[in-house]
């Protein structure tokens, strides 16, 4: 049984498709053993404790520097014997040695087809750059952002009457289903990485 962390800032919305889908048998042979956010406000804590699973809070004014707050990220997580580590809107950019403690073991979520638009702005970027299709990456995660290598992808168009929130909307709804995806593909050990490709054997 694979442990998995879920980091999280925000409203936890892909946190609740990944707790539906381990408890609902999409995501098999692995559990949620602790949801950490750096918002000690964050509605994705609520969503986990409703679930009561674990949870920890790691201000960023806790600590000296963003090398000190990853250590002691690490810390924990390796405390806990974590697995996989999955960033599910966790706002902060990791430092290399989170990585390094955890290579090929660390997930993001982007809302465009990567590597057009990484960073925070993804669906605005995508709108004000006027594309046509858009979609939702998932990836490993290494030093740089939003640069690892893509595991899944999915696409959408984008129509002529879309808003940011509009667009947004079918990409979360995009999301839900392929992150969970993506993890399941790793815990059943369906993943290879060779290079900057993900071969996957599903």
């Known amino acids: 049984m694979k442990k998995i962390a879920v980091l999280a800032s925000g409203n936890g919305s892909n946190l609740q498709a990944i707790i539906d889908a381990t408890r609902g048998g999409r995501i098999r042979d692995a559990r949620i053993c602790l949801v950490i956010s750096d918002k000690k406000n964050a509605y994705a804590l609520e969503r986990a404790r409703r679930c009561n699973l674990p949870v920890r809070v790691f201000l960023h004014q806790d600590y000296p520097t963003r090398d000190a707050y990853d250590r002691a990220l690490v810390a924990c997580l390796q405390g806990e014997g974590i697995d996989l580590v999955v960033l599910a809107g966790f706002m902060r950019l990791v430092t290399p040695y ?3 403690a955890f290579p090929g073991r660390i997930m993001n979520i982007h809302p465009s087809l990567l590597p057009a638009f990484p960073g925070t702005r993804g669906v ?12 939702v ?4 995660v290494d030093e740089g952002m939003d640069t690892g290598p893509v595991i899944l992808q999915e696409a959408t168009s984008v129509y002529d009457d879309d808003t940011e929130e509009s667009l947004a ?4 709804a ?7 995806k993506a ?14 490709r993900c071969l996957l054997d599903d």
């Open 137 to 140: 990456t998932v990836h490993f």
């Open 124 to 135: 605005a970027d995508a709108l004000e750059y006027g594309v046509k299709v858009t979609g």
């Open 169 to 172: 909307a079918r990409l979360h």
């Open 98 to 100: 989170f990585v390094g």
């Open 174 to 180: 995009i999301e839900h289903r392929l992150y969970p």
């Open 183 to 196: 993890i399941d593909l790793w815990v059943r050990g369906k993943i290879k990485i060779v290079g900057r």
